[in-house]
């Protein structure tokens, strides 16, 4: 049973910039892509972005490329979530998530996920 524990959320206003991390214990992830998603209040949960095993091969949701950067580190079983630019859209909780493959698509579905990390941005 693996274990996904995200941090770095909190309140922010319209411009700046957050770093999310996961952490992950329990068992070797090392061989398998990891991404996250978020929930808006009021809406279904969505594909952010997502790192395939060897820290390639990594996609974004529209709304947030150019803005957003994904990167793991394989050896301490970590992946994070550089936001920049961010916006009142953006608010949300996200989620960070873990793949049964080795490379995930933004339609690619997570087997196992945090507890999530409320990020608010103000206007």
């Known amino acids: 049973q693996v274990q996904l524990v995200e941090s770095g959320g909190g309140l922010v206003q319209a411009g700046g910039s957050l770093t999310l991390s996961c952490a992950a214990s329990?068992?070797?992830?090392?061989?398998?892509?990891m991404g996250w998603f978020r929930q808006a209040p009021g809406k279904e949960r969505e594909f952010v972005s997502t790192?395939?095993?060897?820290?390639?091969?990594?996609y974004y949701a529209d709304s947030v490329k150019d803005r957003f950067t994904i990167s793991r580190d394989i050896a301490k079983s970590t992946v994070s979530l550089i936001m920049s630019s961010l916006k009142p859209e953006d608010t949300a909780r996200y989620y960070c998530?873990?793949?049964?493959?080795?490379?995930?698509?933004?339609?690619?579905?997570?087997?196992?996920w945090g507890q999530g990390t409320q990020v608010t941005v103000s206007s």
């Open positions: 790192i395939n095993w060897r820290g390639r091969g990594i």
């Open positions: 998530v873990l793949y049964p493959l080795m490379a995930a698509r933004p339609f690619s579905t997570p087997d196992n």
């Open positions: 329990g068992r070797d992830i090392s061989n398998y892509a």
